[in-house]
């Protein structure tokens, strides 16, 4: 068996507090025969030190046991679920210091109640294998959650990207590719090749890959929009400005391998959007937006068209103001793909900081409600480029190739009100698909007291579930359905069933 020191560490630590427990001898009993500190011993045993041999010889006499007994990989049935756990990828990599849980209290209680933990172990296996779960599902399950516990707003990060523009004497939208590329070729040795991947077609979707090397080369793909080449560079930036080591080499990670790797890909991408859409001048630009009576696709599409970004960027980077500054925090921000040719559409990003219940990977085996405005705008949008569409009505607006709306989004099943803002465009890199982005607000007190337009006639009050699986409206109340309700149904099914099993035990008591 091959393992890392940590997991000898914790071994050799559980198997001396077993062997110690077992004789009935406390921490003093065992320094004191070994001629080692207390300290020293409790930090062996929680996994933390690992003894020379010398020492090591000393502490399995003290036990009365051999030298080999004590530092063997080997362990009872018993302490089986300790292998177990430290042979998983998942337990390996899992940040569960974020969390407040070391791992020697967490292999602490597995030897404390073994049977049980065995169980759960066992389970947790099943339902890897069976929902063929990988590592990276929990790595990135956990990033959002680390966003979550910090409203996705990083100080830090924020004032690295400041200093940055402060350096170069930049405002919003004055930061270009070419700035990047000198900054990262003078400062970092890193030369930017803008590079054409299409003897590549299983890369062709990357907007960068990164060659390592004494004179690192970072090749952009060249099918880029001018702001998503600026937007990589930013981020290249981003990993040296920050002192971030354990990354990716492409844009998109073929391979998520840690959470340091996870969280620093995500920080250099959070300092590119801080980059390319500076804090203070964004903030001014939506205060003085939400202060409007009335909603305007258009007057939100100005504001973007600011910034030099793509409609994700941008509304990503409010998803990080808008907890912070304005006190809106129960957000969503979604992203849909859709190619028309094919009718496919996939819900390709999420971000969850709301109550709702919203599941990602629901497809092929459920459809997403097409009531939802990122679903419906896209629909719109394809049509428009197909030069066959309807004229744009009260809440939508139109700049160039990027389309928006808005909507008031009722959850049934959630029971939540959200004001939902989409931005549509073709995507760059992949001829025939286009892209929505939706960021949902829940409409509480504070967004009616920061938002005016909350409650503008002209925006689409829809009624919205999660998808037409799990959507009891009937086919009068909704021609949009993709599929029959049937997990509605079977969920009022059971529920006919319990009121009627409670009738039938009171009538015969």
């Known amino acids: 068996m091959h393992m890392d020191p940590s997991s000898l560490r914790y071994i050799l630590g559980l198997k001396l507090r077993k062997f110690r427990q077992k004789k009935d001898l406390g921490l003093k009993d065992i320094a004191a025969r070994a001629d080692l500190s207390i300290s020293y011993l409790s930090e062996i045993e929680k996994g933390r030190k690992y003894p020379k041999p010398v020492k090591l010889l000393a502490l399995a006499q003290a036990l009365g046991v051999s030298f080999d007994e004590l530092v063997s990989l080997k362990v009872d049935d018993e302490l089986g679920p300790i292998t177990d756990i430290l042979d998983s990828p998942f337990i390996r990599e899992f940040p569960f210091h974020l969390y407040g849980i070391e791992m020697e209290r967490l292999l602490q209680l597995v030897t404390e109640a073994p049977s049980k933990a065995t169980a759960l172990i066992r389970t947790a296996l099943e339902i890897n294998h069976t929902y063929d779960i990988q590592v990276e599902h929990f790595l990135f399950a956990a990033l959002r959650s680390y966003q979550h516990m910090h409203q996705n707003y990083f100080a830090d990060i924020e004032r690295a990207a400041t200093k940055f523009l402060d350096g170069h004497r930049t405002t919003y939208g004055e930061v270009s590719a070419e700035t990047l590329k000198a900054r990262l070729a003078d400062e970092y040795g890193t030369r930017v090749v803008y590079k054409s991947f299409e003897h590549f077609p299983a890369l062709q979707t990357l907007r960068s890959v990164r060659i390592p090397g004494r004179k690192p080369k970072l090749l952009v793909n060249d099918r880029l929009l001018a702001s998503q080449k600026a937007f990589s560079l930013a981020r290249e930036l981003g990993y040296s400005c920050l002192g971030l ?265």
């Open 245 to 509: 080591k354990d990354r990716s080499s492409t844009s998109s990670p073929l391979k998520v391998e840690s959470f340091d790797q996870a969280i620093n890909d995500f920080s250099a991408a959070y300092f590119a959007g801080a980059v390319m859409i500076p804090r203070d001048p964004l903030v001014a630009h939506l205060e003085a937006f939400f202060k409007r009576p009335k909603w305007s696709a258009n007057d939100l599409l100005a504001i973007a068209s600011d910034y030099r970004s793509t409609p994700e960027t941008f509304f990503y980077r409010l998803s990080q103001l808008l907890p912070k500054f304005f006190g809106l925090e129960q957000l969503t921000f979604l992203r849909f793909t859709h190619e028309p040719a094919t009718a496919l559409l996939r819900l390709s990003k999420i971000l969850n900081m709301s109550q709702l219940p919203i599941f990602h990977g629901l497809e092929p085996d459920e459809h997403y409600c097409r009531r939802w405005t990122g679903i419906r705008l896209l629909e719109t949008f394809a049509a428009h480029q197909a030069g066959e569409g309807r004229p744009l009505s009260k809440e939508e607006g139109s700049a160039g190739d990027v389309m928006a709306t808005a909507q008031r989004a009722m959850f049934q099943a959630a029971d939540m009100d959200f004001f939902v803002i989409t931005l549509t465009r073709p995507l760059a890199l992949v001829a025939g698909k286009h892209s929505s982005v939706s960021l949902g607000i829940l409409i509480d007190r504070t967004f009616k007291r920061r938002v005016r337009f909350w409650n503008d006639p002209a925006v689409q009050q829809v009624e919205v579930n999660l998808t037409c699986e799990r959507c009891g409206l009937s086919d009068d109340e909704c021609d949009l359905r993709a599929a029959p309700p049937t997990l509605f149904r079977a969920t009022e099914t059971r529920r006919q069933q319990e009121e009627q099993l409670a009738e039938l035990m009171a009538e015969d008591r």
